[in-house]
């Protein structure tokens, strides 16, 4: 395949089909998410029986278990996956909306209009149902999409792309308004996110070797989405059963997710009443533990933690726990090695609470919950294309709108500048 050509066809396409999409109402494209989800549940079968073949070249390439775990998708991942199809069509249309309409002492009326972005270029991990929530996302808010899944997934993905082909051609909208690309030579991934010409903005969601290349590469406009180091404080005046729980969950409930803790630190002065029963806790759930040298002191058999750990993003049960003598430490710490994804204080002092609320410069910032909560169903956004790590146009979970820009608008009856 010659990829320039390839994608060069691909992107003059999604271009193209932008223009529709722009035009298109919400009963437009809500037909076409109603299609897409009948065509998925017509062609189950096929798509299990390809993500059975990602799944066994992924087991002969040794893939590890996170990863496994990410490109399965099991008959509940597949219902769930198009049941977030039902609560997309759900959720309102941002498209068109003019808000802050007010007169001018010119007479004329001035607003804002919220509008596409135009093509959203999405790189993603090896995660199929991450094609749907996109493709859904990105059509409801009006936009066309080209779409770079993991090469793992690259069977799953090509299945999922037949059915929204299906989907959008029984609703009368250009197939081309979401394209899987079918290559996973990372060529096309230069080709994506150097050409303005075809793409608006890039999406990639992914770790450090995709961060090194888009931050070389892009000549697009980039809404990052990437790594988790996320931490949560325990401070001396956490409530101690708030603490193990919500220490506990933070790790524990996925381990493979950007949302995960990966350092634990806890104040010196309430280590001996947590950080015990947490590790047996842990340890029960088979969570390798590296603490700092005080952990170590504190915790029988615990291995040790290094610079490397702090910072790393393990998406695996391993955690590294550091004692600090006070926020002021683990603010220090968090402003070194967090990724600015997630982090979150444990504290019944409401002083220290808004105090960490304030100074720590992440994505999402957090009292007394779990970190696993960054997400936009959780934070009610209906779904999400994934975690910002970037702070302009939007910042943590982004749903439809941040999917959507605002233009002015501009009403007159004849008015003119003098
Ligand atoms: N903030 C968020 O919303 C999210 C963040 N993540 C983060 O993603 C990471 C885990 O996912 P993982 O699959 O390991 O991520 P990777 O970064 O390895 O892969 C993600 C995607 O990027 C592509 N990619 C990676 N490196 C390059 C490169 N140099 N050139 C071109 N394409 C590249 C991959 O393609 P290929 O298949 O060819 O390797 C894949 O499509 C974690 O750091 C996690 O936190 C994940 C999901 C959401
Ligand atoms: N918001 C999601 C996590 C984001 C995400 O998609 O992460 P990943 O599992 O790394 O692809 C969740 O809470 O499960």
Same mark, same amino acid.
């Given at each position: 395949?010659?990829?320039? +050509?390839?994608?060069?066809?691909?992107?003059?396409?999604?271009?193209?089909?932008?223009?529709?999409?722009?035009?298109?109402?919400?009963?437009?494209?809500?037909?076409?998410?109603?299609?897409?989800?009948?065509?998925?549940?017509?062609?189950?079968?096929?798509?299990?029986?390809?993500?059975?073949?990602?799944?066994?070249?992924?087991?002969?390439?040794?893939?590890?278990?996170?990863?496994?775990?990410?490109?399965?998708?099991?008959?509940?991942? *597949?219902?769930?996956?198009?049941?977030?199809?039902?609560?997309?069509?759900?959720?309102?249309?941002?498209?068109?909306?003019?808000?802050?309409?007010?007169?001018?002492?010119?007479?004329?009326?001035?607003?804002?209009?919220?509008?596409?972005?135009?093509?959203?270029?999405?790189?993603?991990?090896?995660?199929?149902?991450?094609?749907?929530?996109?493709?859904?996302?990105?059509?409801?808010?009006?936009?066309?999409?080209?779409?770079?899944?993991?090469?793992?997934?690259?069977?799953?993905?090509?299945?999922?792309?037949?059915?929204?082909?299906?989907?959008?051609?029984?609703?009368?909208?250009?197939? /081309?308004?979401?394209?899987?690309?079918?290559?996973?030579?990372?060529?096309?991934?230069?080709?994506?996110? @150097?050409?303005?010409?075809?793409?608006?903005?890039?999406?990639?969601?992914?770790?450090?070797?995709?961060?090194?290349?888009?931050?070389?590469?892009?000549?697009?406009?980039?809404?990052?989405?990437?790594?988790?180091?996320?931490?949560?404080?325990?401070?001396?005046?956490?409530?101690?059963?708030?603490?193990?729980?919500?220490?506990?969950?933070?790790?524990?409930?996925?381990?493979?997710?950007?949302?995960?803790?990966? @350092?634990?630190?806890?104040?010196?002065?309430?280590?001996?009443?947590?950080?015990?029963?947490?590790?047996?806790?842990? +340890?029960?759930?088979?969570?390798?533990?590296?603490?700092?040298?005080?952990?170590?002191?504190?915790?029988?058999?615990?291995?040790?933690?290094?610079?490397?750990?702090?910072?790393?993003?393990?998406?695996?049960?391993?955690?590294? &726990?550091?004692?600090?003598?006070?926020?002021?430490?683990?603010?220090?710490? &968090?402003?070194?090695?967090?990724?600015?994804? @997630?982090?979150? &204080?444990? @504290?019944?002092?409401? /002083?220290?609470?808004?105090?960490?609320?304030?100074?720590?410069?992440?994505?999402?910032?957090?009292?007394?919950?779990?970190?696993? *909560?960054?997400?936009? *169903?959780?934070?009610?956004?209906?779904?999400?294309?994934?975690?910002?790590?970037?702070?302009?146009?939007?910042?943590?979970?982004?749903?439809?709108?941040?999917?959507?820009? +605002?233009?002015?608008?501009?009403?007159?009856?004849?008015?003119?500048?003098?």
């Amino acid at each position: 395949m010659d990829i320039q +050509q390839y994608m060069a066809t691909v992107g003059e396409q999604a271009r193209g089909a932008s223009r529709a999409m722009a035009r298109a109402t919400a009963g437009d494209k809500n037909a076409a998410l109603s299609a897409i989800a009948g065509a998925l549940r017509a062609h189950r079968s096929a798509i299990l029986d390809a993500n059975q073949r990602d799944l066994a070249r992924g087991r002969d390439s040794g893939l590890d278990a996170a990863l496994l775990d990410r490109l399965e998708l099991t008959p509940e991942r *597949f219902d769930g996956m198009v049941e977030g199809l039902e609560q997309v069509i759900a959720l309102a249309d941002p498209v068109g909306g003019i808000t802050d309409l007010n007169y001018r002492p010119s007479g004329i009326q001035v607003g804002k209009m919220r509008v596409p972005l135009g093509v959203i270029g999405i790189i993603y991990e090896s995660r199929p149902n991450v094609t749907i929530d996109a493709a859904a996302l990105c059509l409801k808010s009006g936009n066309a999409a080209i779409l770079r899944g993991g090469s793992e997934a690259i069977d799953s993905n090509q299945a999922i792309a037949e059915c929204l082909r299906i989907g959008l051609r029984e609703a009368g909208l250009p197939e /081309t308004a979401v394209q899987v690309i079918e290559t996973t030579d990372r060529a096309a991934v230069g080709e994506l996110i @150097t050409h303005p010409e075809w793409v608006d903005v890039i999406v990639p969601r992914g770790g450090k070797g995709l961060i090194e290349r888009i931050s070389n590469d892009a000549r697009v406009p980039v809404i990052k989405h990437l790594d988790g180091n996320c931490h949560v404080y325990i401070d001396a005046q956490a409530d101690a059963g708030k603490a193990i729980k919500v220490a506990y969950n933070a790790k524990t409930q996925r381990y493979g997710t950007c949302n995960t803790m990966e @350092t634990l630190l806890v104040h010196a002065g309430i280590a001996e009443r947590v950080l015990p029963e947490l590790a047996a806790q842990y +340890q029960a759930a088979g969570v390798e533990l590296r603490g700092c040298e005080r952990s170590r002191a504190l915790l029988d058999g615990i291995g040790e933690a290094t610079e490397t750990d702090w910072a790393e993003e393990y998406l695996a049960p391993v955690l590294a &726990i550091k004692l600090v003598d006070g926020l002021d430490e683990a603010l220090e710490h &968090i402003h070194r090695y967090s990724s600015g994804h @997630t982090e979150s &204080i444990i @504290t019944e002092n409401y /002083t220290l609470a808004r105090r960490f609320l304030a100074e720590v410069d992440s994505s999402s910032v957090m009292v007394n919950a779990s970190t696993r *909560f960054a997400d936009g *169903f959780e934070y009610g956004l209906g779904a999400e294309i994934g975690i910002s790590t970037d702070k302009l146009h939007a910042r943590g979970p982004v749903g439809l709108e941040g999917l959507t820009g +605002q233009k002015w608008v501009v009403l007159g009856d004849g008015h003119v500048r003098t």
